[in-house]
């Protein structure tokens, strides 16, 4: 019996858990200084100065390590984190290196205003039809003891892009400030709806109006820790 | 994709014991697919020139197909096709348009293609390892002074198609001028092929004045006589260039050359085809 629980004991430690113990595993959310303090002029080929006063976003299944979180609720990402992002959950795992990193960014709700030469336009706009990412370009290696740190980032400029195809896209607002159609300095998602979308390039996908360019444009910000991509795919 | 993909692919395939066979075939300019047809405004369009720039081919093999239902097989966060489920109707899918496929055959370089005046001619021999084919990708390119005549018009641009347009008793002369980003991809062209090592084909590198699945013709919604109004003289002219280089472009011709440009960036309208030499 006693030469039993020696071996069991032996063969258990042969585990990589045994053998490299265990740390944390910590996922959070960034916005970056886009989302957080707003797209300044100079990054923006036409002038528009953007800020966001709202940058909602809902992160569902989110996995990392073999391990799902709880979904986190509605994170606004326009709340200052010097940098650090905003925590959505953390799990106890194995100590090693994962890559299996997946979530669902499910719903988009951005407020906010752009601004130049003295004329301002807000908008308030929601982006609800999921988008899985996974196969993400990223490691995460979670130490014996000690956290492990996975972010979720949001580029809120890629909202803007007049390209859905170029490497090298330009941020621009005209456009956008345009479809004010009924010049109310609201620019709606009907009115997106209802105006073309000129010089931007979509592509090889079928869209000729303001909004549904956004709504494809708004499924490419998720990323992770920082410039990572992921393979991408809409939901329903 | 990743340009010098095909180079990475031989190279990993040359560690394996056997080298993966591979033919070279000429990829010519297929002048075929332009055809004197109507728009849907009645317009029927007749070419008397059409010429592009583009270069570094790339052939692929699998990838994603242009189909809404199989489109959450994945694309990459930073490209544009993105998101094809969300936009693209299924009913009127392509078949054979498929992205993101594995690059398997190749023909670097920059060509200037005329497809009226020349039809046939070699732009060069494609490398392409044995399989089977089912797109192509190409980058749209502006044309230099160096691989043109001097006052050649297509100079620093990416295409020129012009014709006449002729509706009853009215025939207006049309210029479109395109000029595309640069470094532009067009990918998914179809390509549907098997290549095989006893293949003793050429390639056919074709432009489509309409679509060949939907039936959309290029110049659909362009009413030439609104424009031919629209410019400032009835004179059964009509000239579309990047608004960029003429701010003062009346609006109306802005929105045709925006939707003349996004129609012709599309992989709607180009097919590459294997064709007996």
Same mark, same amino acid.
């Given at each position: 019996?006693? *030469?039993?629980?020696?071996?069991?004991?032996?063969?258990?430690?042969?585990?990589?858990?045994?053998?490299?113990?265990?740390?944390? #595993?910590?996922?959070?959310?960034?916005?970056?200084?886009?989302?957080?303090?707003?797209?300044?002029?100079?990054?923006?080929?036409?002038?528009?100065?953007?800020?966001?006063?709202?940058?909602? #976003?809902?992160?569902?299944?989110?996995?990392?390590?073999?391990?799902?979180?709880?979904?986190? !609720?509605?994170?606004?990402?326009?709340?200052?984190?010097?940098?650090?992002?905003?925590?959505?959950?953390?799990?106890?795992?194995?100590?090693?290196?994962?890559?299996?990193?997946?979530?669902?960014?499910? *719903?988009?709700?951005?407020?906010?205003?752009?601004?130049?030469?003295?004329?301002?336009?807000?908008?308030?706009?929601?982006?609800?039809?999921?988008?899985?990412?996974?196969?993400?370009?990223?490691?995460?290696?979670?130490?014996?003891?000690?956290?492990?740190?996975?972010?979720?980032?949001?580029?809120?400029?890629?909202?803007?892009?007049?390209?859905?195809?170029?490497?090298?896209?330009?941020?621009?607002?005209?456009?956008?400030?345009?479809?004010?159609?009924?010049?109310?300095?609201?620019?709606?998602?009907?009115?997106?709806?209802?105006?073309?979308?000129?010089?931007?390039?979509?592509?090889?996908?079928?869209?000729?109006? @303001?909004?549904?360019?956004?709504?494809?444009?708004?499924?490419?910000?998720?990323?992770?820790?920082?410039?990572?991509?992921?393979?991408?795919?809409?939901?329903? | 994709?990743?340009?010098?993909?095909?180079?990475?692919?031989?190279?990993?395939?040359?560690?394996?014991?056997?080298?993966?066979?591979?033919?070279?075939? %000429?990829?010519?300019?297929?002048?075929?697919?332009?055809?004197?047809?109507?728009?849907?405004?009645?317009?029927?369009?007749?070419?008397?020139?059409?010429? +592009? %720039?583009?270069?570094?081919?790339?052939?692929?093999?699998?990838?994603? #197909?242009?189909?809404?239902?199989?489109?959450?097989?994945?694309?990459?966060?930073?490209?544009?096709?993105?998101?094809?489920?969300?936009?693209?109707?299924?009913?009127?899918?392509?078949?054979?348009?498929?992205?993101?496929?594995?690059?398997?055959?190749?023909?670097?370089?920059?060509?200037?293609?005329?497809?009226?005046?020349?039809?046939?001619?070699?732009?060069?021999?494609?490398?392409?390892?044995?399989?089977?084919?089912? %797109?192509?990708?190409?980058?749209? *390119?502006?044309?230099? %002074?160096?691989?043109?005549?001097?006052?050649?018009?297509?100079?620093?641009?990416?295409?020129? @198609?012009?014709?006449?347009?002729?509706?009853?008793?009215?025939?207006?002369?049309?210029?479109?001028?395109?000029?595309?980003?640069?470094?532009?991809?067009?990918?998914?062209?179809?390509?549907?092929?098997?290549?095989?090592?006893?293949?003793?084909?050429?390639?056919?590198?074709?432009?489509?004045?309409?679509?060949?699945?939907? !039936?959309?013709?290029?110049?659909?919604?362009?009413?030439?006589?609104?424009?031919?109004?629209? =410019? !400032?003289?009835?004179?059964?002219?009509?000239?579309?260039? =990047?608004?960029?280089?003429?701010?003062? +472009?009346?609006?109306?011709?802005?929105?045709?050359? =925006?939707?003349?440009?996004?129609?012709?960036?599309?992989?709607?309208?180009?097919?590459?085809?294997?064709?007996?030499?």
């Amino acid at each position: 019996m006693h *030469r039993f629980a020696i071996l069991c004991s032996s063969l258990i430690c042969l585990l990589p858990a045994c053998a490299m113990g265990e740390g944390e #595993v910590e996922v959070r959310a960034w916005g970056e200084a886009y989302i957080e303090e707003g797209i300044p002029a100079a990054a923006v080929s036409d002038g528009w100065a953007i800020e966001f006063s709202r940058f909602e #976003v809902e992160l569902t299944d989110i996995a990392i390590a073999g391990v799902e979180l709880d979904d986190p !609720g509605p994170i606004d990402l326009t709340v200052a984190s010097e940098g650090e992002g905003q925590a959505l959950g953390r799990a106890s795992v194995p100590a090693d290196s994962y890559d299996d990193a997946a979530f669902t960014l499910a *719903r988009v709700s951005v407020e906010g205003s752009a601004s130049k030469g003295g004329e301002q336009l807000g908008f308030a706009w929601t982006f609800a039809t999921p988008v899985d990412f996974f196969e993400c370009e990223t490691t995460t290696s979670v130490p014996r003891d000690a956290t492990g740190v996975f972010q979720i980032t949001i580029h809120a400029d890629h909202l803007f892009y007049d390209s859905l195809v170029s490497e090298t896209p330009n941020i621009r607002f005209d456009p956008i400030a345009a479809a004010d159609l009924d010049g109310d300095g609201m620019i709606t998602q009907a009115e997106l709806a209802a105006t073309d979308i000129g010089a931007y390039d979509p592509g090889n996908l079928p869209i000729d109006d @303001l909004w549904s360019y956004l709504v494809a444009l708004a499924a490419t910000m998720g990323h992770v820790d920082g410039e990572g991509h992921c393979r991408s795919s809409a939901e329903g | 994709m990743q340009r010098g993909a095909l180079a990475l692919f031989v190279l990993t395939l040359g560690c394996l014991p056997s080298e993966a066979p591979r033919v070279e075939l %000429a990829l010519v300019v297929d002048g075929s697919g332009l055809a004197t047809s109507a728009t849907d405004l009645g317009w029927t369009i007749e070419f008397e020139q059409v010429r +592009m %720039a583009i270069g570094e081919l790339e052939f692929t093999t699998a990838g994603e #197909v242009h189909q809404a239902k199989q489109a959450s097989g994945g694309a990459w966060s930073n490209a544009g096709a993105v998101l094809l489920g969300l936009v693209l109707p299924s009913a009127h899918a392509h078949p054979g348009h498929y992205q993101g496929g594995e690059v398997i055959g190749e023909l670097p370089g920059a060509f200037v293609l005329d497809f009226i005046a020349g039809e046939g001619a070699e732009l060069g021999k494609a490398t392409l390892i044995v399989g089977e084919y089912t %797109a192509a990708n190409f980058l749209f *390119r502006r044309a230099s %002074a160096d691989e043109l005549e001097p006052g050649d018009p297509l100079t620093g641009h990416t295409a020129i @198609l012009a014709g006449t347009a002729t509706q009853g008793e009215q025939a207006i002369a049309f210029t479109l001028v395109i000029d595309s980003p640069a470094d532009r991809q067009l990918v998914g062209a179809p390509f549907e092929a098997t290549i095989e090592e006893q293949s003793e084909v050429e390639l056919g590198f074709q432009w489509l004045s309409a679509d060949p699945y939907e !039936g959309d013709h290029f110049f659909d919604g362009i009413d030439f006589a609104a424009l031919d109004a629209a =410019d !400032g003289a009835v004179d059964q002219v009509v000239i579309l260039i =990047d608004p960029e280089r003429d701010p003062a +472009m009346p609006a109306a011709l802005v929105d045709a050359y =925006d939707n003349l440009r996004r129609d012709f960036q599309t992989h709607d309208l180009f097919d590459i085809v294997t064709r007996e030499p």
